[in-house]
């Protein structure tokens, strides 16, 4: 396309999707879960088809010398697409996040205030990878009352199109407007900045991916954006900590699932437990296939670690390597996390209470874990149903990210001709 | 300053505030409450220089030919000095909008999750003209547990500069770092940029001030921006509309108060009352002296009316002129103020509940009232305390933003060891 053709497209979207907000703010609860039940049941029932899309998109990206891994990540099979759908239905039972008085005050001269929650009504997702960002974001969105212009990568742009036609059956039997999710139909990258400067008609932009493209949109946007920066999640080993929490935890936080974002990427040990704790945490981390990394006092201690670099203090591995390091102090491991983390998710292990309020307090992360492993940060864990991620931001939303967090509140202010004096 | 100059004074207010903001995050609400409270004693009891600094800036704004009315904006006397040293004292009497547990529940796996609210950590208020906005924006930032970095007008620097001095004071009074609360020493333009840049140290931008201000921050901004644009505030009365309640509400909105952001600036007639109610309401108007800039059907009915224009509908005149226009329905009543209305604060005047609910749900602003004045559109009348400006941004806060809404929150999962099967 040329620029002002895709002037033209982003615009195009724009609006529709402005429009469609405005319909699906005054549409029902019941309406939104219909539409959301529909489209499990078009992927269903376009499972060949789906298959026969993504198939191009996996051609591709072996042509294009994409790893095994994310190619494994993109293929999309009939259990697959099962469990899409069932994920998309399970969004349609959750609790309706919309239209809640969140407070409520008659005021002294009887006017009654009312802060009511309402969906935000435009919402941008720009994402890479998995078909089933796709899937889950139309629904959250739609779930939240939200219109949505969903932008995938290009190597999922066959499977996504025909996700997107699903969706567009679906809201059509619902009785609401197509626009309400609009899966683009390019992968252009001059189109993102353009989306990214109507700030007119788009309310919030959720980058999701790896870190160039988060820092890319937070440059390019005029629109609020909520990051979901993965995560250099820290354990911190207080002094006291008894063998019997550090080891299931500290393995449980590094190796139950080292490729995500809430997988421990640093540990921490208090000096007055170093002794005791590094070479039997050591020897089961090794033992588990983990490489350490380690300051010198780790290294007398556990002379299988290699040596730690600055590098290591700030990486995110999602791998099996683990950085560690021994304070001399919690409040050294407070600056430390604070200097280090990625203010996602860092935890404590300790039985003595003063020490875990004091981490509580000191570290500026979005989930602090006291005593339990980092990987239970998670919506699905903390029991609030399908996530749309998890943010690294503090403002509106903070950690895990559910359908409410994809509303925002109206003030609703009523009486009988009250005037101000 | 020279550039190299200005980034290291960026980046030394930057840090310094991010380290300041630890400390507050980690006092109580004791210290931080004795830390606004010595703001007011310390502001009383420098009046005299206070009105000394002050009038070199008022002099300098004569001779740089600032309006009369900017003028007396700017200036202190004792009495303004008392009134800002008593609304700082106000915000000390609020309730601590720190440490609430917002939600929290237990997870059949027996870990305890807990949304418990924090401060947001720093937060850059870059505003225009009235001095008094810095001792507010300080009381307000430190009650909420936030280091601030407070960014006046050129205009009011020397006023600015002693206020600071105060404040300095009082924080090292309550044994709090002055770091806490950074008044800028210059007004070099070019340090604005710089600060906007900062996104590992500031977490929150606030931009007070004309709408340039305002689009010219949230460009340069890779920090969020929370916005607070000035309001183009609706009326519209209803086919059913009786007398009574037109009259005198929209008097009220329109001439209680002209220059402020929730004055009406528009007003919208079903055609169903419009020959009942426009040369009624346009008397009353006319009689008060405001202008009417009407649509053809509005002249027809107030010859005394002057033709309105598209560039009427989107004024915000803060000034007594008033558009008006006649719907033909509730729906174009709603999609006018939807295109036109900068989503501040509009107004329904009926007593038809189908009518107000349809408006309440389709409008969408910040505010929305039902028969009462659009004035009451603000922090204290919502009884929410002193305001840092009322957003009309839809993320994180919306509305008229109390000590609360500088809060963020942060996830504290505790338990004995459990692990993620």
């Not at 407070?103 to 009654?112: D, F, H, K, Q, S």
């Not at 208090?270 to 070479?279: D, F, S, V, Y």
């Not at 591995?317 to 050294?332: A, M």
Request: proline share 5%; hydrophobic share 40%.
């Amino acid at each position: 396309m040329t620029k002002p053709e895709l002037q033209a497209y982003a615009q195009s979207l724009a609006q529709a999707a402005r429009r469609a907000g405005r319909t699906l703010a005054i549409s029902s609860g019941r309406q939104r879960n219909e539409a959301i039940r529909a489209i499990a049941e078009e992927l269903r029932a376009r499972t060949e088809t789906l298959v026969a899309e993504n198939a191009r998109d996996v051609a591709a990206a072996g042509e294009m010398g994409l790893s095994p891994a994310m190619i494994d990540r993109l293929r999309l099979d009939p259990a697959r697409i099962e469990k899409m759908a069932k994920a998309v239905a399970e969004v349609a039972n959750q609790p309706d996040p919309v239209g809640e008085t969140i407070e409520a005050r008659v005021r002294p001269n009887g006017i009654r205030v009312e802060k009511r929650r309402v969906p935000i009504g435009v919402v941008a997702i720009i994402y890479e990878s998995r078909p089933n960002v796709t899937s889950d974001a139309a629904a959250l969105c739609l779930k939240s009352g939200n219109a949505s212009i969903l932008r995938g990568g290009k190597e999922s742009l066959h499977s996504n199109r025909a996700i997107g036609a699903a969706i567009a059956a679906a809201l059509e039997k619902a009785g609401l407007p197509p626009e309400a999710v609009q899966v683009v139909a390019t992968t252009e990258r001059e189109l993102v900045p353009l989306l990214l400067h109507r700030e007119e008609e788009i309310d919030l932009v959720i980058p999701r991916g790896g870190e160039s493209l988060i820092r890319a949109v937070v440059e390019q946007s005029r629109i609020p954006v909520i990051k979901h920066y993965t995560g250099n999640c820290h354990v911190y080993l207080h002094e006291d900590c008894p063998p019997e929490l550090a080891e299931p935890v500290v393995l449980n936080a590094k190796c139950q699932r080292p490729g995500v974002c809430n997988a421990a990427e640093s540990l921490l040990f208090h000096a007055g437990c170093a002794e005791r704790l590094i070479p039997l945490v050591g020897k089961r981390l090794i033992e588990a296939g983990v490489e350490i990394r380690g300051c010198e006092q780790t290294r007398r201690l556990l002379p299988e670690a290699k040596p730690v670099t600055e590098e290591d203090y700030r990486a995110e591995y999602l791998d099996l390597i683990i950085s560690c390091k021994v304070v001399n102090s919690l409040q050294e491991a407070i600056d430390h996390i604070n200097a280090y983390s990625s203010h996602h998710t860092d935890a404590i292990l300790t039985h003595d209470v003063r020490a875990a309020e004091a981490f509580v307090a000191g570290v500026d992360s979005a989930n602090v874990m006291v005593n339990v492993s980092t990987r239970f940060s998670d919506g699905g864990e903390y029991g609030l149903g399908a996530e749309i991620g998890i943010s690294t931001d503090k403002l509106h939303a903070r950690g895990p990210m559910g359908a409410a967090d994809l509303t925002t509140y109206k003030w609703v202010v009523s009486g009988y001709g009250q005037l101000r004096g």
